[in-house]
């Protein structure tokens, strides 16, 4: 990893509640993606952000499920009136502004979600 | 869609055997295909990475060779060590967007 910082690593919450997850990309990085595991699973898209825009939203739930990037501070990933379904870890990556040829993203270490 | 499709585990192996995780993918363009590690409790790393047809991506004794004709990036690696017990994810990235599509993972489990 090369200094993307999520927090927090752990996260309980009852359902009904809310969760906020926040995420810091590497320095310079403007590109944050959000991700979802599922136990057992492989990791999928939910949302990709540049600063104070969503670029494209497709893999988000359609409710309960938000995301921002402000042009100060960590993205954020906000979850209302959690659900048992929605337990999972979340991974953020960042990479560079950059054209062509894809840039590595670098992954932070997740937040892992547990709903009660 | 585009879609990554990779053996299932666990991959069971004595140390300094021979590693083979299969992976292949569908995709509408030219992907960059990837192999990202994530070791128990942690993200994922990048474990290498190939960006055209016939590219070999190779770290820490692993290799992948981009395969257009058959679109497969088989990882692999001469002789495994305890410490590479990990899950492997295949994934690829294409277009404006760059996010990444990933399989399933295989778990691989070395034993001393």
């Known amino acids: 990893n090369a200094g993307v910082m999520q927090n927090p690593r752990h996260l309980v919450r009852r359902r009904g509640q809310e969760a906020r997850l926040r995420c810091s990309p590497v320095?310079?990085?403007?590109?944050v993606y959000w991700y979802r595991q599922l136990p057992e699973e492989g990791l999928k898209f939910m949302v990709y952000?540049?600063?104070?825009?969503?670029?494209?939203e497709s893999g988000m739930p359609k409710e309960r499920f938000s995301a921002e990037f402000p042009k100060e501070g960590p993205s954020i990933l906000r979850i209302q009136q959690v659900v048992r379904g929605d337990s999972a870890a979340y991974f953020c990556?960042?990479?560079?502004?950059?054209?062509?040829?894809?840039?590595?993203?670098?992954f932070g270490q997740g937040t892992r979600l547990t709903v009660v | 869609g585009d879609s990554v499709t990779q053996m299932e585990g666990p991959v069971t192996l004595s140390e300094e055997a021979f590693l083979t995780i299969n992976c292949t993918y569908t995709?509408?363009?030219?992907?960059?295909l990837f192999w990202y590690v994530q070791y128990p409790g942690e993200g994922l790393q990048l474990l290498l990475k190939?960006?055209?047809?016939?590219d070999k991506g190779s770290n820490k004794g692993f290799e992948a060779t981009y395969r257009k004709e058959t679109t497969s990036f088989h990882l692999e690696k001469g002789s495994v060590q305890v410490s590479d017990s990990a899950v492997y994810f295949c994934?690829?990235?294409?277009?404006?967007?760059?996010?990444?599509?990933f399989g399933s993972g295989t778990r691989l489990q070395v034993q001393p």
């Open positions: 990556a960042s990479h560079r502004p950059s054209s062509g040829v894809n840039t590595e993203a670098f």
């Open positions: 320095k310079g990085h403007s590109h």
């Open positions: 952000l540049q600063k104070e825009n969503i670029i494209d």
């Open positions: 995709a509408t363009g030219y992907p960059s």
């Open positions: 190939a960006t055209k047809a016939d």
């Open positions: 994934a690829l990235s294409e277009g404006p967007r760059r996010a990444l599509t």
